[in-house]
């Protein structure tokens, strides 16, 4: 059945607010086929998929496979065939080779074929971006017609500037439905709404923004897609971290058409987004991965407190299994608090001491010792004995061990390699620990749509009010060789989320010798970040895909003076930088 092609004076649109998986193509098919089927039960005529929906996003080096490059295209070519039913038409991303060439495309299902594609322009290289090395640039794109409205299908990037649009203006569009993969990070929603916002006056087109969700590997999609008239005035939203096919009703009016039904779904503020993200990130990670469950060490501190609530209401608590490893530096105090955390979020708990296995270990290197005063070595060798115990339960019986640092710890490389760094994947890798409290503090008022954990408090506050330690030595605490975490923090953004110059963040009251200091520790750890696994981005400058430092690196920030580098100083070396397990 061919749909009729008369103009409409009423479009119905589906957005199909989805979780794709990268490479996993038929279930990606599967997905479209039961977003369509319920948009056909609403009288949708066209249903959109965001950008790339068919591969995932971002397949990264998949799209230089010519097997995938097929598999996509006939996925797409069994899509179209399914649109000869009458029932709503389909906009659709994927990788599409034209020429010898690979464009980052958009398609238009109808009728039982494929009736147009448009490429990609603006290929961002940035970031956590990187199409340029496996994408080409798509022409200027012109409108595509779909039963008599002149469609503008401009992807992602191209309407972070104005010309795209600005052609598809000059070229005829009525209306921009623009496919995104635009990964979370906080505050990213009013940037894109602000984008959204310019290209609408500036054309006078309304514009539908619909984005992906899921989690992929350490990116985040928050969904949180809208619609904004070509007054300027927000239509509508979808809800942020959850699926749906969401209806969607434009009008044409003698001004042009306008959006005058849609849903209205309340926004998140940014702590509650973040600690959404994480749980969202942390699901997709394990689910997509096909892991059972997951295990982690819980320690009794605020770190391992956080990650086990997250772990809950992302898989349910009778997938997380938390385990103390004490040693005889652990305080009773952090027995209670750990074992109080796990009772309140209903998770499988055990007791492990590590003293066998970290006696073991000494014994073996007494030979080697001998003479030697004790330090950091013998405090790691109590975080590496948990790695071994919390790494051996995940060998055994299958869990992905959940890694706890916090971004504060992972920038001045307070964690132990092959110790409390052991697991495959870190859900606050990029939260500070000032933010680390606030979120404890968070879950414990409020618990997310859709979070699988217990409801109420489920963090003793004590593990919240208590100072930080890593229980290595008699009486540590964290602020020992560490300035107060609100002053470290703030250092800490400065300096990797900025790029400040050392004598701006000292102008901000800090005092200069611990800038140096805290410069010094975040250049040193980078061998270790190399290492860690990875987690959950939620600022704008995450380590991995965002910071690409090097790791031999003799660059310092000299302040007011010229950077001179003296061939007569010997490099600092990594391996003198104190180490310790935390939580």
């Not at 038929?26 to 591969?55: I, P, Q, Y």
């Not at 401009?154 to 309407?159: A, F, R, T, V």
């Not at 005092?511 to 520790?521: G, S």
Request: hydrophobic share 40%.
């Amino acid at each position: 059945m061919i749909p009729s092609t008369s103009p409409l004076d009423c479009l119905v649109l589906a957005l199909a607010q989805i979780n794709c998986v990268v490479g996993a193509i038929d279930l990606n098919l599967e997905k479209a086929r039961a977003a369509r089927e319920k948009a056909k039960n609403f009288g949708a005529d066209l249903v959109m998929f965001s950008e790339l929906f068919l591969a995932g996003y971002p397949p990264e080096d998949l799209v230089l496979k010519q097997a995938f490059q097929d598999a996509c295209r006939a996925a797409l070519e069994e899509l179209a065939r399914d649109t000869a039913d009458g029932g709503p038409a389909v906009l659709m991303g994927l990788p599409w080779m034209q020429d010898g060439f690979c464009h980052n495309a958009y398609a238009l299902l109808d009728g039982g074929r494929i009736a147009a594609v448009r490429f990609k322009v603006d290929l961002p290289n940035y970031g956590v971006f990187d199409e340029k090395r496996v994408f080409a640039p798509g022409p200027a794109p012109g409108p595509v017609a779909f039963r008599g409205v002149r469609l503008g299908l401009p992807i992602c990037e191209d309407i972070w500037g104005p010309d795209v649009v600005e052609s598809l203006s000059e070229t005829g569009a009525e209306i921009v439905l623009s496919p995104n993969g635009s990964p979370y990070w906080r505050g990213k929603d009013s940037e894109r709404l602000a984008i959204v916002t310019a290209r609408v006056v500036e054309s006078g087109l309304p514009m539908v923004y619909l984005n992906q969700i899921g989690g992929q590997d350490e990116l985040v999609f928050d969904g949180a897609s809208f619609i904004v008239n070509a007054d300027g005035g927000v239509a509508g939203r979808l809800p942020a971290f959850v699926e749906t096919v969401s209806k969607v009703v434009f009008h044409r009016e003698t001004s042009g058409w306008v959006c005058c039904e849609a849903p209205d779904a309340p926004s998140l503020d940014d702590d509650k987004a973040d600690y959404a993200a994480c749980v969202l990130g942390l699901r997709d990670y394990v689910h997509k991965n096909n892991f059972p469950g997951v295990v982690l060490g819980m320690s009794g501190g605020v770190d391992s407190a956080l990650c086990a609530a997250m772990a809950a209401d992302a898989l349910g608590s009778g997938q997380v299994h938390a385990i103390m490893l004490p040693f005889r530096f652990t305080s009773q105090e952090s027995l209670k608090d750990a074992a109080d955390c796990a009772t309140g979020l209903g998770l499988r708990y055990d007791i492990l001491p590590i003293a066998p296995a970290v006696e073991g270990v000494e014994a073996a290197l007494a030979p080697l010792f001998a003479g030697t005063t004790r330090g950091v070595t013998e405090e790691n060798i109590q975080a590496r004995a948990r790695g071994i115990l919390l790494m051996s339960v995940s060998n055994k019986f299958g869990p992905m061990l959940v890694t706890t640092g916090n971004k504060s710890e992972m920038s001045v490389g307070y964690a132990t390699l092959y110790g409390d760094m052991n697991g495959g994947f870190n859900p606050i890798k990029d939260l500070y620990k000032t933010q680390v409290f606030r979120l404890c503090d968070l879950r414990n008022g409020w618990k997310p749509d859709g979070a699988l954990g217990p409801a109420g408090p489920v963090i003793p506050q004590n593990i919240i009010d208590k100072p930080p330690t890593a229980e290595l030595r008699e009486n540590q605490k964290d602020q020992d060789s560490l300035p107060p975490y609100d002053a470290l923090d703030d250092m800490l953004e400065c300096l990797v989320e900025r790029d400040m110059r050392l004598a701006d963040i000292v102008g901000r009251g800090h005092d200069p010798e611990t800038v140096k200091k805290i410069e010094r520790l975040l250049y040193l750890a980078e061998y270790k970040r190399r290492q860690s696994a990875p987690g959950v981005k939620v600022t704008r400058k995450n380590f991995g895909r965002d910071r690409r430092y090097p790791i031999v690196n003799r660059f310092r920030d000299s302040g007011a003076s010229p950077f001179r580098s003296d061939p007569a100083v010997a490099p600092e070396s990594p391996v003198g930088v104190s180490e310790r397990f935390e939580e």
